[in-house]
């Protein structure tokens, strides 16, 4: 069973501080790797992707990815308590197809 | 934009009743995914589909089956509901295969069996 592993939190930050988001892997062929975003009562929402390792930035978020440690990061800068909400790292599995293994995701809340 | 579409968005059935969910989507993707959402469980994979009339199980199959006669359609068939089956069903879709491809949601189904 291919696992993707999440603190489910909740995950508690003050209003403007960095929030650090972390998730393991365990299937090493994977090549593709997603944070989505999910309120409360609604659906998961793509926030970011990232393919290679390193960094990978869009606005306030910072995706990070290494492979060799098999480890994704989600780095959210300035808070925003629109920022709360369960963040839900992903993993294409290798070996063809397109199925994703999700983690169980981690609560954050942004205190205002 | 990628539009995912669901039947319904709260459902209410009795144990035993035959189940149809249903979802679309309008960016002719190949394929297709029905998941479960439970609290501490996270997303489970029940089925998905890379093309017409074509099926995989997924890692939680049992007491489900998929149809997917059309392109942009694809349903989840509960044949006879049992009160374990009360969950929150997510449909999704994505395009060609490829490492870049991504999952887009619908708004789901909250499904509750009595």
């Known amino acids: 069973q291919k696992e993707v592993e999440q603190n489910s939190g909740p995950l508690s930050v003050p209003e403007g501080a960095i929030a650090s988001l972390n998730c393991t892997y365990s299937?090493?062929?994977?090549?593709?790797f997603f944070w989505y975003r999910q309120y409360s009562g609604k659906s998961p929402e793509l926030i970011m992707s990232?393919?290679?390792?390193g960094d990978k930035e869009d606005g306030r978020f910072t995706a990070q990815l290494n492979k060799a440690s098999q480890y994704v990061s989600l780095l959210i800068r300035d808070s925003q308590p629109s920022d709360s909400a369960t963040y839900l790292c992903?993993?294409?599995?290798?070996?063809?197809?397109?199925?994703?293994?999700f983690g169980t995701g981690t609560k954050l809340q942004v205190i205002p | 934009d990628v539009k995912v579409t669901q039947s319904s968005r709260y459902l209410v059935k009795r144990t035993g009743e035959k189940v149809f969910l249903e979802c679309v989507q309008d960016m002719d993707h190949e394929n297709m995914f029905w998941y479960r959402q439970d609290p501490g469980l996270g997303l489970r994979l029940i089925y998905f589909?890379?093309?017409?009339?074509?099926?995989e199980k997924g890692d939680i199959p049992e007491g489900y089956s998929v149809s997917r006669e059309k392109k942009e359609r694809f349903s989840l068939i509960l044949e006879s509901a049992s009160t374990n089956q009360t969950s929150m069903y997510l449909c999704?879709?994505?395009?060609?295969?490829?490492?870049?491809?991504?999952?887009?949601f619908g708004p789901g189904t909250r499904l509750t069996v009595l």
């Open positions: 299937d090493r062929g994977s090549q593709s």
């Open positions: 990232i393919y290679s390792n």
């Open positions: 992903a993993v294409l599995q290798s070996g063809g197809y397109q199925k994703v293994t």
């Open positions: 999704a879709s994505s395009g060609l295969a490829g490492i870049t491809d991504t999952q887009y």
């Open positions: 589909s890379y093309d017409v009339k074509m099926k």
